[in-house]
């Protein structure tokens, strides 16, 4: 018999190292980032410099203020645009906006128009700038419009400054705009958010004077830290799950995986330093105040955040920096991962929200040095803690995805009870409010001494902090830590905009009320706080969030645990949050009920791309690998029994690798015939199929597959290994 060479494998590990393009381009550039900084942003310097006075004091105002738009203002805000687009090499335009899908759309339109002569010339109006009109059929509706429904509108958001993108092809002006359709409904994730900004602002301006405190506005701030790995393409792009889920679906865990605690905050590779450093460039140009960057736990991941903003322009340079983070990575042969859970045995990535709120010239979450006597910061902290008690469930829907549920739970990510780490010092402060009505001291942190007499002695926080937690008070912001890293922030952040301001009106309405009965704002809100404090201190939680002993607790607590998505969505259209979104104006019934929708929809669509990859990955690649491996073995054995050479390893070798090759087979046909089944018609009961059957179908898959990986040569394995990709930078 003929024996036929192995096939060579198709994917080089060297390769990948020697042909980086951060090896093969050494030439480093010099950043004037005062200079750099929202070059590539329609600042307002930029409009300053460009508007006639009355027009920039106008625009002014809406901006500062929330003032509505003079319509005579726009004409002279697009010619003034237009110019300034040219002069950057603009060519085009787009109503940058971000539909349901959560992430980004834009359609471009030449600045071109034919004079008829001929020639043409650049122009760009008024109207052009405040509407659009996007083709809306195609996007996420939730039911709102039939597929035939076309007609969709853009509407400029002038709080939000326009920027340009660049390419190799040239440059394009991008105008942040929300998304509506023909009848008025929102179909995207800016103008809730918006809504919500604008409740927020509302109901707080009232408690400010009731506390004699001067304000304009109030606005929410946002500081989302983004986590991703970062892949070398010539393993990326031979995954078929990571190309077409994001994910691997497959993947056995190698001998070394995060174990050594020595990638986290490690020195950066050079090449992902090269990478980085580009992303930066290229946000700072649009404005993005990017803070820090460093490794993150697992091999092949890392963490970029900025300083905090407004929240709706956090939220839009959210988006700027996932798609950025992409784009670039390409340059240097990369793939970035986004999802939460791109690789099982290791660590996920999240995205930590730090949220807070305050007016021009106050952060209302800044306790100060005695936190006991700041009755202005009591009350707001008490709000938000009111608030996350009372609507635990509506913060569990809104970080709830078919991603996340990888992560939730695990050891780098909370639990998904929602609780709240208040730390020592606000705990103590509080436990005194409910006791004695009031607190009388707050809990010092001191300094912290190092045993070194040239070291310095570090001032301590007053309490510590808890990873643990879903929910955690961080010195002067909450920090949201259950977000998967590839979400909007903009649906988690209205949630806490909205819930935040019905908690500030409800407490307000009671503080008229007892001051109306001859209380003077003093006794008023000690009342107040008391039984606030009696209220909502089983949400207060500052143990081990990853325990079996809290999940008892917590049960006892009356705390909902909803571990899945599936559980955690029917909760979004109860009554009680029906209610509130309609109460504060953020979102209709009918716009309530289309997110629903959609999120259970994605949900289902989302697990069955994975299964029919896994099916066909399974069939395709894994398998014909592995029967490969079996007739060599069988082919050994047979030649060895020829000349009468004992060969029982390769015999038990064949064995095994025959049984599970025939396990494989069976999960594999059981697969199968699940995705064919896909749950029925309905969206709801094909999600709940994918959940009950698909998953667990894909786990038997897996399980065998990894079986084989563990066995089959590494020459005829046809996918790169866990080894491969995390650890080849």
């Known amino acids: 018999m003929t024996r036929h060479a192995p096939p060579q494998r198709r994917f080089d590990s060297l390769a990948a190292v020697k042909d980086s393009p951060a090896r093969r381009d050494g030439q480093k550039q010099r950043v004037d980032l005062e200079e750099v900084f929202g070059a590539h942003t329609f ?10 006075k009355p027009a920039y004091k106008a625009l002014l105002k809406t901006i500062s203020d929330h003032t509505p738009l003079d319509p005579t203002v726009a004409d002279a805000v697009a010619v003034a645009m237009k110019d300034w687009a040219i002069e950057h090499g603009a060519t085009h335009f787009t109503h940058w906006f971000q539909p349901l899908t959560g992430l980004t759309a834009e359609k471009h339109d030449s600045f071109l128009a034919p004079t008829g002569d001929g020639r043409a010339i650049a122009e760009f109006s008024g109207a052009e700038l405040v509407q659009g009109e996007p083709d809306a059929s195609s996007f996420p509706s939730g039911g709102l419009r039939a597929t035939f429904e076309a007609r969709g509108y853009t509407a400029w ?3 939000s400054p326009a920027f340009l993108m660049e390419g190799p092809g040239g440059a394009y002006l991008c105008i942040p705009t929300a998304f509506a359709s023909w009848t008025g409904d929102a179909l995207d994730q800016k103008t809730p958010l918006l809504r919500s900004i604008q409740a927020l602002n509302t109901q707080t301006l009232r408690a400010l004077k009731l506390f004699d405190t001067p304000a304009r506005r109030v606005r929410a701030t946002l500081g989302p830290e983004q986590e991703f790995f970062l892949i070398d393409e010539e393993f990326a792009y031979r995954r078929p799950d990571l190309v077409v889920a994001g994910r691997t ?17 490690g020195s950066i590779p050079e090449r992902i330093l090269d990478c980085m450093n580009d992303v930066e460039l290229e946000l700072y140009r649009l404005g993005v ?3 820090t960057r460093h490794n993150e736990v697992a091999p092949g991941q890392y963490e970029m955040a900025p300083i905090y903003e407004d929240a709706n322009t956090a939220a839009d340079h959210q988006q700027l920096t996932m798609s950025t983070l992409r784009r670039v990575a390409r340059r240097y042969g990369l793939l970035c991962l986004l999802h939460e859970k791109p690789f099982a045995g290791v660590n996920g990535s999240g995205k930590h929200l730090n949220w807070s709120f305050g007016t021009e010239s106050q952060n209302l979450l800044e306790p100060g040095d005695n936190p006991h006597d700041n009755m202005q910061f009591l009350f707001f902290c008490s709000a938000v803690l009111r608030a996350v008690d009372r609507h635990q469930d509506l913060l569990r829907v809104s970080i709830a995805h078919a991603g996340n549920d990888h992560r939730l739970g695990a050891n780098e990510a909370p639990p998904s009870i929602i609780s709240v780490f208040l730390g020592d010092q606000l705990t103590d402060v509080f436990e005194q409010i409910e006791e004695a009505g009031s607190a009388k001291s707050s809990k010092a942190g001191g300094l912290l001494g190092l045993g070194v007499d040239a070291l310095p002695k570090l001032p301590r926080h007053a309490g510590d902090r808890n990873r643990t937690s879903p929910f955690a008070f961080t010195g002067n912001k909450f920090e949201f830590r259950a977000l998967g890293s590839s979400q909007s922030i903009s649906f988690p952040a209205t949630v806490l905009n909205t819930i935040v301001a019905e908690a500030i009106d409800e407490m307000v309405t009671d503080l008229e009320s007892r001051m109306a009965g001859g ?6 809100l000690r009342g107040l706080l008391a039984d606030e404090a009696k209220n909502f201190k089983r949400i207060i939680f500052n143990g081990d969030g990853y325990s079996d002993e809290w999940v008892e607790e917590a049960e006892r607590r009356g705390l909902l645990n909803l571990r899945s998505t599936l559980d955690a969505l029917p909760s979004l259209v109860g009554s009680k949050n029906a209610d509130l979104f309609e109460k ?7 716009e309530l009920e289309s997110r629903h929708e959609i999120m259970v929809e994605q949900y289902f669509m989302t697990i069955n791309i994975e299964g029919e990859t896994a099916a066909d990955m399974a069939r395709t690649m894994i398998l014909p690998a592995a029967t490969r491996y079996l007739s060599e073995l069988l082919l050994c054995a047979d030649r060895a029994d020829e000349v009468g050479v004992k060969v029982k390893g390769v015999e038990n070798t064949a064995r095994a690798v025959a049984e599970s090759i025939e396990g494989l087979v069976d999960a594999l046909d059981h697969l199968v015939a699940q995705n064919a089944e896909l749950g029925g018609d309905e969206v709801h009961s094909k999600a709940e199929h994918m959940q009950e059957n698909i998953i667990p179908a894909m786990a ?6 990894d ?9 005829l394995w046809p996918i790169p290994t866990y080894r491969d990709m995390l650890f080849v930078k």
Not at 249 to 265: N, S, W
């Open 707 to 715: 079986e084989l990986e563990k066995m089959v040569p590494d020459d």
């Open 584 to 590: 504060y104006q953020v979102l209709s019934r009918r």
């Open 249 to 265: 679906l497959f993947g056995a865990k190698p001998p070394r995986g995060q174990e050594m605690d020595d990638h986290y905050f």
């Open 519 to 524: 209380d003077d704002l003093g006794q008023a």
């Open 43 to 52: 600042s307002l310097a930029s409009m300053q410099a460009r508007l006639p």
């Open 157 to 159: 958001d002038p709080t």
């Open 289 to 291: 105040p990017l803070k």
């Open 700 to 705: 038997a898959v897996r399980t065998r597959v």
